[in-house]
C-alpha cells in the first residue's frame, strides 16, 4: 500500500468511528426521563418524595433535597414504581442512582421488570405481583451508598415494552428508595441478545 493510500486509509478509518461515536450519543437517549409514574405509596413525610422524582434528571443523593423516590410500603410489601415510556421500546439496560449515607440495602437487588400491561388506570391500587411480569432482569448485589448501579436486562426478552416496572425483591426491608433512574434502549436490536 503506498503512503499517500495508507493515509487516505487512515482518515476514512477516523471518520468512520467520529460518526459511530456521534450516533451513539444521538441515540443513546434516556427514555425514562421525566416520563409518568405511578408507585405502590409514597412514604409519608413533609415532601412527597413520589415516583415523579425518580425520573427528574437529577440524581442528588441527599434525600432532603427532594430529588428522591421513597415508597412507604413495610417489609415484603408491594414497593413498586411503574414507568410509562409512552412508546414500546427494547429495553436494554436501567441505571439505577441510591441514595447516600443512609438506607441502602433498600435498594438491594432490586427487580426491573418490563409489561404492556396498563397499571395507570388503578394507580397505586395495581396489583403488581413478583414474578408475573416479564423480568428485564434482578440485580444481583447489595447496592452501595450514593452510586449508578447498572442493570442489563435479560437476553430471553425479544419482545418491545411500554411500561417499566422497578420493584424491591419480597426479602427486601421495604421503603424502597432510588433517587433516579434511567432506561436505555438497545442502539443494536441484533446487538442486545448475548
Ligand atoms: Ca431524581
Not at 456521534?22 to 416520563?35: E, F, G, I, S
Not at 405509596?41 to 425518580?54: A, G, I, M, R, T
Not at 423480568?135 to 426478552?157: D, I, R
Request: proline share 5%.
Amino acid at each position: 500500500m503506498s503512503e499517500k493510500v495508507c493515509i487516505q486509509f487512515y482518515w476514512k478509518t477516523v471518520l468512520v468511528l467520529n460518526l459511530l461515536v456521534v450516533r451513539h450519543v444521538l441515540l443513546a437517549q434516556n427514555l425514562a426521563l421525566n416520563k409518568p409514574t405511578i408507585n405502590s405509596s409514597v412514604y409519608p413525610y413533609y415532601f412527597s418524595p413520589s415516583s415523579n422524582l425518580l425520573v427528574d434528571g437529577d440524581s442528588n443523593p441527599e434525600f432532603e433535597n427532594r430529588h428522591c423516590f421513597s415508597t412507604g410500603d413495610g417489609p415484603g410489601g408491594p414497593n413498586w414504581a411503574v414507568i410509562d415510556l409512552f412508546n414500546q421500546y427494547h429495553a436494554d439496560y436501567a441505571n439505577l442512582f441510591s441514595r447516600g449515607y443512609c438506607c441502602t440495602d433498600r435498594m438491594d437487588y432490586f427487580l426491573i421488570g418490563l409489561t404492556s400491561v396498563d397499571y395507570f388506570p388503578f394507580g397505586s391500587a395495581s396489583n403488581i405481583v413478583r414474578g408475573d411480569y416479564p423480568l428485564c432482569g434482578q440485580y444481583e448485589y447489595k447496592s452501595v451508598t450514593a452510586a449508578w448501579h447498572k442493570l442489563k436486562c435479560n437476553a430471553n426478552l425479544i419482545s418491545a415494552y411500554r411500561y417499566v416496572i422497578l420493584q424491591q425483591p419480597s426479602t427486601g426491608p421495604g421503603l424502597l428508595t432510588v433517587c433516579e433512574m434511567e432506561i436505555y434502549a438497545a442502539l443494536n436490536i441484533n446487538c442486545k441478545y448475548f
